[in-house]
């Protein structure tokens, strides 16, 4: 108790600091670290981990619950608080005693073996929280199989409003329930509803109403980036939040360019203050290069993807801050912001917003992420130079991302396990004599299905075009002034991508066209040391573009090839219409003199065919069957928009 008075009064004495606000780090009224299970409190990593408080447990814990110890850790685990477990028969509550306002609530997860023969791999089980679901028939490792980057633990964050108490309640659904760590931490008041530095949550979609978000909102955090940049676990704002790599969700590896600025010091301000992100996250970004032909950019987004659940809505925060010293003023770098492929903010000039270069700050946007394609889909982040004024560059920014989800009306947060059937998910390959036979029919028929679905579409198309009463002539329009169509999204016209794939909502006749001087600029002139593969169409070249930042592939139509101007006519329009994160996608052409040749995205890690046979088994681990079912869960997502894209 006294601890804790000293703690409110710490509080109020750095609020009272002249000065101080913009600088000074959040200190939490409220911080829980709960090691579950374990007999003793633990200091790691800074962090001063508990043993359960008695008083915060039910009177029944004894009968409906008990502890047991992990049968052994997995490197890269750590001992807390993943060693010690809480394993529940029943239904469980937690009650913590905490002040009113809205918590940070951290669930920390090691799904594996325990020491009492429980095996967390078979468990599923309800999380809720003063009426609020948090998690619903959850399984902890069907999560941390699906987890990008991968991981064997996993940390559930939520942020829920209490007025009072805390009471988290565990139920289990087809076995015990279990959890390893809960974290408990307050946070400034409404942080996460107020809006962004401007006070503002901009209403994707609807351009004259402004979001508002009530003090009876629940979160749960989906992705919390820093934005070309590495790591930041435990940041130093004081709400102790975890900052990943953005690796996992932009668009193409070759994406844009990280840019490093060495001995920058972030200046916070009132409207900004430290704690709304580290420094660690400012001083990094991802921008777009080109610096010596920077009009390039204008052909292209720079753009994020992330898996979200659907049916949601979701609240975007994107934190930004100029650090380069050319950029000192206001009008010199100007772009638009476009999420889900509506327009967002039309022109965003981060200095003349925040007040100066190495000045942060952020914006919330919501959109609603409507659940008609099926449980999970992509939540899609473009960023697009604005060239109707002349800027310095024609470039665009970003430094880091938050995506929370908002609680349904009646309180739900929970979205689906990550694959649909977890039980064809073998839980112990190593011990079975055989494949699983769901798996190898999964396999075959998603395999087989695929391939038939891609002849159908390009038999179709070809016998579309034949039946076309009015000749084309050979050279597709490129013209990038022309108007999007209808049917297509808001997006900037822009011609294809020196550093992402096109832009899915942008019309088909907008292709970039390669000079065959560029072309062979990229292949080294056709050397035959760079042909990756060879097909029916003719040799395919490993290629550099864009002063060698983007890697392609380069396809060249031989003379003696079977295949004729027709065919590759027919293969530059589909796949110019057909364009998905699971498809390969087509950056370009050429056809000067008299050359034909398609530019598609470079894959760099090559084909399941060699993964499958080809590797080495010496040196080369075999392909997880968890692995191979993702795999054909992407292979039926492409196969679902190739059909899509036919009955269209």
């Known amino acids: 108790m006294i601890s804790h008075g000293l703690l409110i009064l710490s509080v109020l004495f750095s609020s009272a600091v002249p000065g101080k606000g913009a600088t000074a780090a959040y200190v939490p009224i409220d911080l829980f670290l709960f090691n579950c299970g374990a007999n003793s409190d633990v200091s790691d990593s800074g962090r001063n981990w508990t043993a359960e408080n008695r008083k915060t447990l039910p009177s ?22 993943y060693k010690t477990a809480r394993i529940f028969r029943s239904d469980f509550t937690y009650s913590f005693p905490v002040s009113p306002g809205w918590k940070f609530l951290r669930l920390y ?30 399984s902890a490792d069907l999560t941390v199989k699906a987890s990008k980057p991968e991981s064997k633990s996993l940390i559930k964050e939520f942020i829920v409003p209490v007025y009072q108490t805390l009471n988290l309640t565990f139920t289990p659904s087809k076995s015990l329930a279990f959890v390893n760590g809960i974290e408990i931490v307050s946070m400034p008041d409404r942080f996460y509803s107020k809006g962004g530095f401007d006070d503002v949550i901009t209403n994707v979609g609807s351009s004259n109403v402004d979001f508002i978000i009530d003090n009876t909102t629940a979160f749960e955090t989906a992705y919390r980036l820093n934005v070309g940049g590495q790591e930041v676990d435990g940041d ?21 360019i990280k840019p490093e600025v060495e001995g920058v010091a972030i200046n916070y301000t009132e409207k900004t203050p430290a704690y709304v992100a580290p420094e660690d996250v400012y001083k990094t970004s991802r921008s777009m290069g080109n610096i010596d032909n920077p009009k390039l950019n204008l052909n292209f987004n720079l753009t994020w993807l992330f898996m979200v659940d659907a049916g949601f809505t979701y609240l975007v925060r994107l934190h930004f801050c100029e650090t380069l010293p050319d950029l000192t003023g206001p009008g010199q770098r100007i772009f638009s912001i476009f999420i889900n492929s509506q327009m967002a903010k039309p022109e965003t000039d981060v200095i003349y917003l925040s007040g100066g270069s190495r000045k942060p700050m952020y914006l919330d946007f919501i959109v ?66 055989g494949m699983s036979h769901v798996l190898v029919i999964a396999l075959g028929v998603v395999g087989s299905v695929v391939v038939l679905a891609m002849f159908v579409v390009v038999v179709v198309l070809i016998i579309k075009r034949r039946k076309k009463k ?35 909502s942008l019309p088909s006749d907008l292709c970039r066209r390669f000079t065959i001087e560029e072309i062979k600029s990229a292949t080294n002139d056709f050397e ?3 042909i990756v593969g060879v097909g029916g169409f003719g040799p395919v070249y490993k290629g550099r573009i864009d002063g060698g930042t983007t890697l392609v592939a380069v396809k060249r139509l031989e003379i003696s090839s079977n295949q004729g101007a027709k065919e590759f006519d027919t293969e530059l329009e589909m796949l110019t219409m057909l364009r998905h994160i699971h498809l390969v996608s087509l950056i370009g052409y050429c056809e000067d003199e008299n050359e034909m040749v398609l530019v598609y995205e470079y894959m760099p890690h ?30 039926a997502r492409g196969l679902q928009y190739l059909i899509q894209a036919r009955s269209t």
């Open 470 to 504: 009015k000749k084309k002539t050979n050279e597709l329009n490129v013209d990038t002034k022309s108007k999007p169509k209808d049917s297509w999204t808001h997006l900037p016209l822009v011609t294809g991508s020196s550093h992402t794939r096109s832009a899915t």
């Open 236 to 256: 130093t704002t004081g709400m102790l939040r975890r900052w990943l790599s953005d690796d996992e969700s932009i668009l193409s590896e070759n994406s844009g």
């Open 368 to 433: 609603y992420v409507g659940d008609e394609s099926g449980k999970s889909r992509d939540l899609r982040l473009d960023l697009h130079p604005f060239n109707e004024v002349l800027p310095k560059y024609y470039d665009a920014i970003l430094n880091g991302v938050e995506i929370l989800k908002l609680n349904v009306s009646d309180g739900n947060l929970s979205g689906p396990n990550p694959f649909p059937t977890p039980n064809s998910i073998p839980q112990d390959v190593g011990n079975d004599k």
């Open 109 to 138: 997860f090691y799904p594996t073996r325990y020491g009492s023969g429980f095996d967390a791999v078979n468990s599923f089980f309800s999380v809720n929280v003063n009426g609020f679901t948090l998690l619903k028939n959850f």
């Open 528 to 530: 035959k040391e760079l």
């Open 60 to 81: 029944n814990s004894g009968d409906a619950s008990f502890s047991s110890d992990a049968s052994f850790q997995e490197s890269g685990v750590p001992l807390v608080p």
């Open 606 to 635: 090559g084909t399941l065919r060699d993964h499958l046979y080809k590797r080495n088994k010496a040196f080369d681990t075999p392909l997880s069957w968890t692995r191979r079912l993702e795999i054909c869960i992407g292979a």
